[in-house]
């Protein structure tokens, strides 16, 4: 049987899933987040691969979520489309593990999962991260707040499936934040 905490990955997953469908293609080559082609491997496969390489806590995809949300608001080139998703992904999950779990793989090592050059992903963390002012905190109340609501909508009926407070994420990012 799956477990609860798992179930936080998958939630993630639909949510950028969702956001991609109403996003679309968008334009291609805007930023340094925007690939030129879209790239041949399912979010699903890559989230897979994420997950089974970079050992990430679970915290780390919710909080993904909310640079993401973060880096739109402040440049509307930076929405979450067919092109971006890809190096969205793999840069916010990269810097949620950086700022938030006590240990984490190297930049290098990020870049062989994500099938982009070293030099590329320091770049995309560096426009990140400027971007976003530095600011990668994230409270407890607005982790809780991004967990309810992708597991709100995740779920039938708008009924949580599992509870956000049982995963233990939202009292250990308080502890680690």
């Known amino acids: 049987m799956e477990s609860e905490a798992s179930s936080m990955l998958e939630f993630a997953l639909s949510a950028v899933e969702r956001a991609v469908k109403l996003n679309g293609k968008?334009?291609?080559?805007?930023?340094?987040?925007?690939?030129?082609?879209v790239p041949q491997i399912s979010l699903s496969d890559y989230y897979d691969r994420i997950s089974k390489y970079c050992k990430v806590s679970e915290p780390c995809y919710v909080i993904s979520l909310i640079y993401m949300d973060r880096l739109h608001s402040t440049n509307d080139e930076m929405r979450v489309t067919e092109h971006s998703v890809h190096r969205l992904l793999i840069t916010s999950i990269l810097l949620a593990a950086k700022f938030r779990d006590e240990t984490y793989l190297t930049t290098e090592f990020?870049?062989?999962?994500?099938?982009?050059?070293e030099t590329t992903l320091e770049r995309l963390e560096k426009l990140f991260l400027?971007?976003?002012?530095?600011?990668?905190?994230?409270?407890?109340?607005?982790?809780?707040h991004y967990a309810e609501t992708i597991m709100r909508r995740e779920s039938p009926e708008g009924n949580f499936i599992v509870s956000p407070r049982s995963l233990n994420c939202s009292s250990d990012?308080?502890?680690r934040l």
């Open 26 to 37: 968008g334009d291609d080559g805007k930023t340094s987040m925007h690939c030129v082609e």
């Open 110 to 117: 990020y870049s062989q999962v994500a099938g982009v050059a």
């Open 130 to 144: 400027t971007s976003l002012d530095y600011s990668l905190y994230v409270s407890r109340s607005e982790y809780e």
């Open 173 to 175: 990012i308080n502890r």
